[in-house]
């Protein structure tokens, strides 16, 4: 997916909002076993939460940008304090409708 307009991004934070982070960036970082849960995670549901954790070497920006590039169509949607939303859409039956 190419990264969301700014219209479709408050869309996705909005719908984000009341979600818990389901996984844990912790001191290993952005590992090949975290992307495959992440990856995981994804074949049921569309948008993420992750949380980052302080005894990690990487910020929460760069956890971010090491995640969206280690998983193929995964767009960064927010990051604030130590969360990081995502979003990939499904590519047979996207259940989240985006504005266009």
Partial sequence: MSNPTS???AHLRSLAHS???I???GAEGVSEA???SLDEAF???ELLKVRVLETNDLDTREAA???RDGLEGVAVVQTIGRTVVLY???PDDPEIELPA
């Fill in 19 to 21: 979600l818990k982070p």
């Fill in 23 to 25: 996984l844990q960036v």
């Fill in 7 to 9: 219209k479709q991004r």
């Fill in 88 to 90: 990939r859409p499904d």
């Fill in 43 to 45: 074949n049921t549901r």
């Fill in 34 to 36: 975290f992307l495959e």
């Fill in 65 to 67: 940008e090491a995640i």
